[in-house]
């Protein structure tokens, strides 16, 4: 991780990692208000392009949770609109994508583990959520526990580990082909970054979703 532009605060260091994540949210707030202001009945072109992919976005949640999706859309869209935007910093020259750094993804990984936790108890109260984690037989809560830990785990090292490596591929070639070659490798780091983007949401959308919706599972069951 460069540390070009890392932050000294008395005894705190601000790292690289940490200041771009925060570049990336303040230019999604800009993006939302400057796309949002002004707003009308009859669409303009740009309008229109939004509204679009807030509607596939909030059709992909639903498919997923047609009953609970609306809660839970705010949520999921933001890691994708984040996610998106984030793998794509490392296009920039000089910068790296916060996401190509294990404390960050974990720090996304922690938050979707929070998350089912709270939506699932949220949507069915403590003690229906809790519940869950003994069927279909009691023996089985040391799995689902270490299940939980587990998934969270993989969902951070999954976002590193593919982000790390495509920008140190793209970095490799630049060094031994020169600025020419990188063309390709530039459209495969949009490509995956829009790919990464959608597995992480995807995934997150899963596990919220079958937090959710367990209860209910194991009723008809």
Same mark, same amino acid.
């Given at each position: 991780?460069?540390?070009?532009?890392?932050?000294?605060?008395?005894?705190?260091? #601000?790292?690289?990692?940490? &200041? +771009? @994540?925060?570049? /990336?949210? *303040?230019? =999604?707030?800009?993006? $939302?208000? %400057?796309?949002?202001?002004?707003?009308?009945?009859?669409?303009?072109?740009?309008?229109?392009?939004?509204?679009?992919?807030?509607?596939?976005?909030?059709?992909?949640?639903?498919?997923?949770?047609?009953?609970?999706?609306? #809660?839970?859309?705010?949520? &999921? +869209? @933001?890691?994708? /609109?984040? *996610?998106? =935007?984030?793998?794509? $910093?490392? %296009?920039?020259?000089?910068?790296?994508?916060?996401?190509?750094?294990?404390?960050?993804?974990?720090?996304?990984?922690?938050?979707?583990?929070?998350?089912?936790?709270?939506?699932?108890?949220?949507?069915?109260?403590?003690?229906?959520?809790?519940?869950?984690?003994?069927?279909?037989?009691?023996? *089985?809560?040391?799995?689902?526990?270490?299940?939980?830990?587990?998934?969270?785990?993989?969902?951070?090292?999954?976002?590193?580990?593919?982000?790390?490596?495509?920008?140190?591929?793209?970095?490799?070639?630049?060094?031994?082909?020169?600025?020419?070659?990188?063309?390709?490798?530039?459209?495969?780091?949009?490509?995956?970054a829009l790919v990464q983007a959608y597995i992480f949401g995807m995934l997150a959308?899963?596990?919220?979703?079958?937090?959710?919706?367990?209860?209910?599972?194991?009723?008809?069951?």
């Open positions: 991780m460069d540390e070009g532009y890392s932050l000294m605060l008395g005894a705190l260091t #601000i790292h690289a990692s940490i &200041i +771009s @994540t925060w570049c /990336v949210m *303040l230019f =999604i707030i800009s993006l $939302v208000w %400057l796309a949002t202001r002004h707003m009308q009945m009859l669409p303009s072109g740009m309008q229109t392009v939004i509204e679009g992919i807030f509607e596939a976005m909030e059709q992909a949640v639903l498919e997923v949770t047609p009953k609970h999706g609306r #809660i839970i859309m705010p949520f &999921i +869209s @933001t890691f994708w /609109v984040f *996610l998106i =935007i984030a793998n794509m $910093v490392g %296009l920039i020259p000089g910068l790296h994508s916060p996401t190509a750094d294990l404390s960050v993804t974990s720090a996304l990984a922690i938050l979707v583990f929070l998350s089912v936790h709270w939506f699932g108890i949220r949507t069915q109260g403590l003690k229906k959520y809790l519940h869950h984690y003994l069927q279909p037989t009691p023996m *089985l809560l040391p799995f689902h526990i270490i299940s939980e830990f587990t998934r969270t785990l993989a969902l951070a090292i999954r976002l590193f580990g593919n982000v790390m490596s495509l920008e140190m591929a793209a970095m490799l070639i630049v060094l031994v082909a020169g600025f020419l070659a990188p063309i390709p490798i530039l459209m495969l780091h949009i490509i995956e959308l899963i596990y919220l979703a079958s937090a959710m919706q367990s209860q209910q599972i194991n009723s008809e069951e």
